[in-house]
């Protein structure tokens, strides 16, 4: 069975960084494209980046409100997803959710997802 | 990227079916066939209930089913469940190759 595990989120000042680690079982994990997205409290879902197969190179891409900031990487030995956070504000406070993207289902459909992780951005 | 268009919220009665759009442009919804709709339960992480327009994953009740006519894509729950009322989020692939969700509709079941 594919299982994503988040951990890593917590309570950090403003202008702070963080790393979030999603551990990945069940499937093979450089074979698989894999994303981040976010939740704001009461909010919507945004989608915050991902990063290729690593027959893909393992090249990554990023949602406009994040890019520059946070850096999607893996370590594929160790099947894990990262996602490292710099200069953290506010409106950076969400759930943070390790999803597969395109590898179970189709392309670019976000299949399998983990529990979530949650970022408070807080003075 | 802006988000793809979903009304707030759609209400229908127990057996009946209803239909939420998802709005977007020729740059996402329009452009590609990899529209995909989630289903999210509150305090829950997402599930994904219909890909690349209109294909149910395994374990998906067939009561939900996917469309899309040029920029707008559509899911329909026929048969409303009480375990349907939720909320629904579309998703397209974008042409600056990402990711785009729609803004969510909250599904009440009366």
């Known amino acids: 069975e594919v299982h994503l595990v988040e951990s890593g989120g917590g309570l950090v000042k403003p202008g702070g960084s963080l790393r979030l680690s999603c551990v990945a079982s069940g499937f093979t994990f450089t074979d698989a494209w894999m994303s981040w997205v976010r939740q704001a409290p009461g909010k919507g879902l945004e989608w915050v980046g991902r990063i290729k197969r690593k027959a893909d190179g393992r090249t990554a891409v990023y949602g406009a409100p994040v890019k520059g900031r946070l850096t999607i990487s893996t370590d594929d030995a160790r099947d894990t997803l990262y996602l490292q956070m710099n200069s953290l504000n506010i409106e950076d406070t969400a759930v943070y959710y390790c999803?597969?993207?395109?590898?179970?289902?189709?392309?670019?459909?976000?299949?399998?997802w983990g529990q979530g992780t949650t970022v408070t951005v807080s003075s | 990227q802006s988000a793809l268009t979903q009304p707030a919220s759609v209400s229908g009665s127990l057996g009946q079916s209803i239909t939420i759009f998802c709005t977007g442009t020729?740059?996402?919804?329009?452009?590609?066939?990899?529209v995909s709709w989630y289903q999210q339960h509150p305090g829950k992480a997402p599930k994904l209930i219909i890909y690349?327009?209109?294909h149910r994953p395994s374990g998906v009740s067939y009561r939900f089913s996917g469309s899309k006519s040029g920029n707008t894509a559509s899911l329909t729950i026929s048969g409303l469940q009480a375990e349907d009322d939720s909320d629904y989020y579309c998703?397209?692939?974008?042409?600056?190759?990402?990711?785009?969700f729609g803004t969510g509709t909250e599904v009440t079941v009366l």
């Open positions: 020729s740059s996402d919804v329009g452009g590609y066939d990899y």
């Open positions: 690349n327009v209109s």
């Open positions: 998703s397209s692939y974008a042409s600056s190759s990402s990711v785009v």
């Open positions: 999803v597969t993207e395109g590898y179970t289902y189709g392309y670019h459909s976000l299949g399998v």
